[in-house]
């Protein structure tokens, strides 16, 4: 079965039973939440989440515990040496959004590698494995998926080898995979048109096995641009065809694909653009 779905809100008062209903409606098969607000710290108490209700409910429709996926929050920075309260605050959430990731019943939870403020990529790197070291100290369930960025600003993870060099550097490589993002790697300046090549280039130098989690977008911005934003399904500069290949692709397709495409006149999009990908 194709495992394809979307990023569902997560809201009181039906919280992760209210994301995974949410998910149904859009004809998915796998879905991504944050466990609270992404921009704050403050976070529901996971007795309050339904989440058994909600793991029923998957159950009952084939979808996976796996192909629940969680992102962690956006404002944390483990790249950031310039401020040491904002490394360690994110260190704090971090080890919070771990346990309730566990608590969620999930396998993989994506995480933005960090963004270095202009210290540079190696310093950068030298501080989020130190974090990565830290969180995942007593971390033996939860696959921490860093994703690949657009490389806007001063973004670490806009090049395959960037993450394969955290990977290689951390204690605990076996605690971490990627997060693929189709619009991210375009905008980092992969040639999507081509995806095999970019498997093959993704196993050379990460290995195909470390690959946790696709984010299929499309992207507003030509190859390279180092944008990051998101285009709707066969709006943006990569276009229909090539989306549905990579979604369809069998070396893909043990892995949940997560659409992060913008709303149109504030309505998801997400069910067309599933029906869409879907049919071949
Ligand atoms: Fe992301
Ligand atoms: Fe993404
Ligand atoms: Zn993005």
Do not use: W
């Amino acid at each position: 079965m194709l495992k394809l779905g979307s990023h569902c809100s997560m809201k009181a008062p039906d919280y992760l039973l209210g994301s995974v209903q949410e998910a149904l409606s859009y004809g998915a098969t796998a879905l991504m939440v944050y466990t609270g607000a992404p921009q704050n710290s403050r976070r529901t108490a996971l007795d309050k989440l339904n989440i058994e209700a909600a793991h029923k409910l998957m159950a009952e429709n084939n979808i996976e515990k796996q192909d629940l996926i969680i992102h962690a929050p956006y404002l944390i920075n483990l790249a950031n040496t310039k401020k040491q309260a904002t490394f360690d605050s994110g260190i704090e959430l971090l080890q919070i959004e771990i346990q309730r990731s566990i608590g969620f019943g999930a396998k993989y939870m994506v995480l933005h590698p960090g963004a270095h403020v202009s210290a540079g990529v190696e310093l950068g790197i030298e501080s989020i494995v130190k974090g990565l070291d830290i969180v995942n100290q007593d971390n033996n369930e939860l696959i921490i998926a860093l994703e690949t960025m657009a490389g806007k600003g001063t973004e670490i993870g806009r090049s395959f080898e960037e993450i394969a060099e955290i990977i290689s550097k951390v204690k605990k490589p076996e605690m971490l995979g990627v997060c693929l993002d189709t619009c991210h790697i375009h905008d980092a300046g992969y040639d999507v048109s081509d995806f095999d090549q970019v498997l093959e280039e993704f196993d050379a130098i990460i290995g195909l096995d470390k690959l946790s989690v696709i984010h299929v977008n499309d992207s507003k911005n030509i190859k390279g641009a180092k944008k990051d934003r998101h285009a709707n399904i066969g709006d943006g500069e990569i276009g229909f065809d090539i989306l549905q290949y990579i979604v369809h692709h069998p070396k893909l397709a043990h892995l949940a694909k997560i659409l992060e495409t913008p709303y149109i006149d504030d309505k998801p999009p997400y069910k067309e653009e599933i029906i869409a990908l879907k049919n071949i």
